[in-house]
C-alpha cells in the first residue's frame, strides 16, 4: 500500500496500526507514597505490561473524529425510520439537561426540590397530554413501558379475582414485535388479530377473538401501516364490554400528538416514547425513556416511587400496597426527563398541535413522491406520520436499502411490518424541510433508475462504505467480537 492510498484506505484510522513503541497522548499521575504492589496487592499486579496501543495525541484525536464522522446520526442527514420517529433533538435540551448534573440520585429530596417539581410537572404534563389519569416516569426504554403497563393490568386482574381466569393478549398482526414478546414475559397466551383490507384492525376478526379470557387488547393507534383506526371506539367498546383492558403503544404518537388523545378513545394504559416523540436522544446518547400513564382505576398499581406534591413540598411516594413495585433503579433516565420537560414546555398546546400537523404533511408529501419515482404504497390512502412502500417487482427492499448509504442517506425501516411483502416504512418526521424530502426522492427515484441500467450494482451496493456488504447470517452466528490487534 502507497501512501497517498493509505490514507483513503478504511483500516487508516485503526489506532493499532498507527501506534509506534514510546509514543504518548498522555501519561497517568504518578502514585505518591505506597507503591502499587502495596495498594493493589502483588496477586493483582501484572507480570507483563497490557498490549495496548502507544499513539501521539494528534493521531489518537483524528482516530476518534474520524469515527465519530462515520456514525450515522440526525445531526449528520436524514434519518427516515419508519415507527421509530427519528427527529432532530435541539440543543437546547441538552443545555437543560446539563444544569442537573451535579444532582444525586440518593439525595435527600429536601434539597433536591427542584428537580422533583420538575418530574411533577411532567407527570401532570404527560397526564394531559395523553388523556391519562396519572404517570409514571420510571420505566427505561418503550419496552419497558409496556411490561410495566401489562403488569399493572396483570395486577388489576388479580385484584378483582380473575388473574386465573384472564390468559390471553389480543396483538394486531401488523404490531410491533416488542407487543407480543412483553405479553408473553408477562406470562399471557398472544392471540394474533388480522389486518382487513383497507389496514385497519379486521373488526369482525377482532369481535370473534374477544371473549371472558381476554386480559387485554395492545394496540397502536395510528397502526404500523401510518393509516389511523378509524373504529377504535368501537374497538375500545368491545373490549371493555369483556372486561379486558386497552393497551396503547405510544410508538406512533407523534402522528396526533396535540390533536387528540389515546385516553380519549378508550384506551386504559399508555407508553410514551420520549426518545420519539418528546426530542429525547435514541440509544447512545439517551438512553431511552418510556413514561406509562394510566386511568384512575389503575393508578393504585403505578411502580413506585412516584413524586407527589405534599402542600410547598415534593416527595418521593414508596408505600404504596397495591404497586407493582419498583420497575428500575432509582427514578428512571432523569437526564432524558428533563429534555422532555423542555421541549413540552417550550412548544406548549399549539407548538405540539403543529408537531403532528407537519409530521402527517410531511409523510403524506414523500409518499407521493416516492409513488412518482417508481415504487408501491401498501394500503395506499391518506396516511398518518409515516406508510409502507414497496419496490417495484424484481427489486429487493434489502438491495434499495444497502444502496442508498452510497448516496449519504439513511434507509427507511425495511420488512416491517410483516403484512407487507418487501416492506419499506417511511416516517420522514416534521423536521425535515420540503428541500430534504424532495432529495430523498430523487436518491430513491435514481436507485430505481441505476438498477434498471445495471442490475448488478444493486446486487452489489453500497461500493463506498468503509465496509462492504456482509454476509448477514454468518455476521450474526459467528460475530468477531475483538480486534485482531486487540490487548491481550
Keep these: 500500500m502507497n501512501v497517498a492510498d493509505r490514507f483513503r484506505s478504511p483500516d487508516f484510522p485503526v489506532i493499532f496500526e498507527r501506534g509506534r513503541p514510546g509514543r504518548r497522548a498522555a501519561r497517568p499521575p504518578i502514585t505518591e507514597g505506597a507503591p502499587m504492589a502495596e495498594l493493589l496487592g502483588e496477586e493483582h499486579?501484572?507480570?507483563?505490561?497490557?498490549?495496548?496501543?502507544?499513539?501521539?495525541?494528534?493521531?489518537?484525536?483524528?482516530?476518534?473524529?474520524?469515527?465519530?464522522?462515520?456514525?450515522?446520526?440526525?445531526?449528520?442527514?436524514?434519518?427516515?425510520?419508519?415507527?421509530?420517529?427519528?427527529?432532530?433533538?435541539?440543543?437546547?435540551?441538552?443545555?437543560?439537561?446539563?444544569?442537573?448534573?451535579?444532582?444525586?440520585?440518593?439525595?435527600?429530596?429536601?434539597?433536591?426540590?427542584?428537580?422533583l417539581e420538575l418530574l411533577h410537572r411532567l407527570q401532570e404534563d404527560l397526564a394531559t397530554v395523553t388523556g391519562m389519569d396519572a404517570v409514571s416516569l420510571q420505566p427505561?426504554?418503550?419496552?419497558?413501558?409496556?411490561?410495566?403497563?401489562?403488569?399493572?393490568?396483570?395486577?388489576?386482574?388479580?385484584?378483582?379475582?380473575?388473574?386465573?381466569?384472564?390468559?390471553?393478549?389480543?396483538?394486531?398482526d401488523g404490531a410491533h414485535g416488542t407487543n407480543p414478546a412483553t405479553a408473553a414475559m408477562a406470562g399471557y397466551e398472544v392471540v394474533e388479530v388480522p389486518t382487513g383490507p383497507d389496514g385497519e384492525v379486521d373488526l369482525a376478526g377482532f369481535k370473534a377473538a374477544l371473549g371472558p379470557e381476554t386480559a387485554a387488547v395492545m394496540l397502536t393507534?395510528?397502526?404500523?401501516?401510518?393509516?389511523?383506526?378509524?373504529?377504535?371506539?368501537?374497538?375500545?367498546?368491545?373490549?371493555?364490554?369483556?372486561?379486558?383492558?386497552?393497551?396503547?403503544?405510544?410508538?406512533?404518537?407523534?402522528?396526533?400528538?396535540?390533536?387528540?388523545r389515546p385516553g380519549d378513545m378508550g384506551?386504559?394504559?399508555v407508553h410514551l416514547n420520549l426518545h420519539k416523540t418528546m426530542t429525547t436522544p435514541h440509544g447512545g446518547g439517551g438512553p431511552g425513556t418510556g413514561p406509562v400513564g394510566v386511568k384512575a382505576h389503575l393508578a393504585p398499581f403505578l411502580p413506585v416511587p412516584f413524586v407527589a406534591q405534599e402542600g410547598d413540598r415534593y416527595v418521593l411516594v414508596e408505600d404504596v400496597p397495591a404497586s407493582i413495585g419498583r420497575m428500575r433503579s432509582?427514578?428512571?433516565?432523569?437526564?432524558?426527563l428533563v429534555r422532555a420537560y423542555a421541549y413540552l414546555r417550550r412548544l406548549g398546546a399549539e407548538g405540539l398541535r403543529r408537531v403532528s400537523t407537519m409530521a402527517v404533511l410531511n409523510a403524506n408529501y414523500l409518499r407521493v413522491r416516492m409513488k412518482e419515482?417508481?415504487?408501491?404504497?401498501?394500503?395506499?390512502?391518506v396516511n398518518m406520520h409515516e406508510f409502507v412502500a414497496q419496490p417495484p417487482d424484481g427489486v429487493?427492499?434489502?438491495?434499495?436499502?444497502?444502496?442508498?448509504?452510497?448516496?449519504?442517506?439513511?434507509?427507511?425501516?425495511?420488512?416491517?411490518?410483516l403484512v407487507v411483502r418487501e416492506a419499506m416504512m417511511v416516517e420522514p418526521t416534521e423536521t425535515e424541510s420540503l428541500e430534504t424530502l424532495d432529495a430523498y426522492a430523487a436518491v430513491l427515484g435514481e436507485v430505481l433508475e441505476r438498477a434498471a441500467a445495471d442490475p448488478d450494482y444493486l446486487a452489489e451496493a453500497?461500493?463506498?462504505t468503509p465496509v462492504r456488504r456482509l454476509d448477514e447470517v454468518a455476521a450474526a452466528r459467528k460475530p468477531i467480537l475483538k480486534h485482531p490487534f486487540g490487548a491481550s
Design 45 to 115: 499486579l501484572r507480570a507483563a505490561p497490557p498490549r495496548l496501543p502507544e499513539v501521539a495525541e494528534l493521531d489518537l484525536v483524528r482516530h476518534y473524529t474520524q469515527l465519530a464522522h462515520r456514525q450515522f446520526s440526525i445531526d449528520g442527514n436524514v434519518y427516515p425510520l419508519g415507527s421509530c420517529t427519528m427527529k432532530y433533538n435541539p440543543k437546547l435540551h441538552e443545555d437543560a439537561a446539563e444544569r442537573f448534573l451535579d444532582l444525586h440520585p440518593y439525595q435527600d429530596p429536601d434539597h433536591a426540590q427542584g428537580i
Design 396 to 417: 429487493r427492499t434489502l438491495d434499495v436499502a444497502k444502496a442508498l448509504l452510497d448516496y449519504g442517506v439513511h434507509p427507511m425501516t425495511v420488512y416491517f411490518p
Design 330 to 336: 432509582f427514578y428512571g433516565n432523569v437526564g432524558n
Design 267 to 269: 384506551f386504559d394504559v
Design 221 to 260: 393507534n395510528p397502526n404500523t401501516l401510518g393509516i389511523f383506526e378509524t373504529r377504535i371506539l368501537e374497538i375500545a367498546d368491545a373490549a371493555h364490554a369483556v372486561g379486558a383492558q386497552l393497551y396503547y403503544d405510544g410508538a406512533n404518537l407523534n402522528a396526533i400528538v396535540g390533536r387528540a
Design 373 to 381: 419515482a417508481g415504487y408501491t404504497v401498501a394500503f395506499d390512502r
Design 462 to 464: 453500497p461500493l463506498t
Design 140 to 172: 427505561a426504554a418503550g419496552a419497558h413501558g409496556e411490561l410495566t403497563g401489562i403488569l399493572m393490568i396483570r395486577a388489576f386482574h388479580a385484584a378483582n379475582g380473575e388473574d386465573a381466569q384472564r390468559r390471553v393478549v389480543l396483538c394486531p
